[in-house]
């Protein structure tokens, strides 16, 4: 056998024993970081980047375009599988702000929303442990603040409906 073939059976007999990673099936996150993206333009953090990592023992985190029947339909408890809370500390006190926008076509303010639909990470055939990170870009700029220091709250579902662990940033300071 050439030193190639005995390096490449080498190689397949340790990725073989390898034993895949086994987590809880209901998912668990950790706070990773936030980066806050600077407008050049204005000098101002507009927007940020929430880092969250993430294992689920069964692979089911995700969702498809396709999935708005119940109990992921617009408007029901499911519809997202990312939710996000939004905070602002006055006077050393962390508390829930609605952001608000103005709806041209309704002529009224809309209440924003920091919730996501992640896409499906696996198949859904598949069922086996999953790791990674999560990156959630959003806009955090609201005019109307007087503090320039927030906070979110994130949690995550499956699509067997099992809600994470809630984990809560540390405080994040603005530029304004």
Same mark, same amino acid.
């Given at each position: 056998m050439t030193k190639i073939g005995l390096i490449f059976v080498l190689l397949l007999l340790s990725l073989s024993c390898r034993k895949l990673e086994e987590y809880p099936v209901i998912p668990a996150i950790a706070f990773n970081g936030f980066e806050l993206l600077i407008n050049e333009d204005?000098?101002?953090? %507009?927007?940020?980047?929430l880092y969250i990592s993430y294992t689920d023992g069964d692979? $089911?985190?995700?969702? $498809?375009?396709? #999935?708005?029947? !119940?109990? +992921?339909? =617009?408007?029901?408890?499911? =519809? +997202?599988?990312? !939710?996000?809370? =939004? +905070? %602002?500390? #006055?006077?050393?006190v962390f508390t829930e702000v609605?952001?608000? /926008?103005?709806?041209? %076509? /309704?002529?009224? +303010? $809309?209440?924003?929303? !920091?919730?996501?639909r992640m896409p499906v990470l696996l198949p859904k055939e598949k069922k086996q442990g999953i790791k990674g990170v999560i990156q959630n870009e959003m806009f955090i700029y609201n005019p109307l603040a007087k503090s320039d220091t927030i906070q979110f709250k994130v949690k995550i579902v499956d699509r067997a409906l099992q809600f994470s662990n809630e984990i809560t940033t540390p405080p994040i300071v603005l530029v304004k």
């Open positions: 204005t000098g101002i953090s %507009e927007k940020g980047i692979g $089911d985190l995700g969702l $498809d375009q396709g #999935d708005t029947t !119940f109990p +992921y339909q =617009y408007g029901g408890l499911y =519809y +997202y599988n990312l !939710f996000i809370t =939004y +905070y %602002e500390c #006055d006077n050393g609605p952001l608000l /926008t103005w709806n041209n %076509e /309704t002529q009224q +303010y $809309d209440t924003l929303t !920091f919730n996501a």
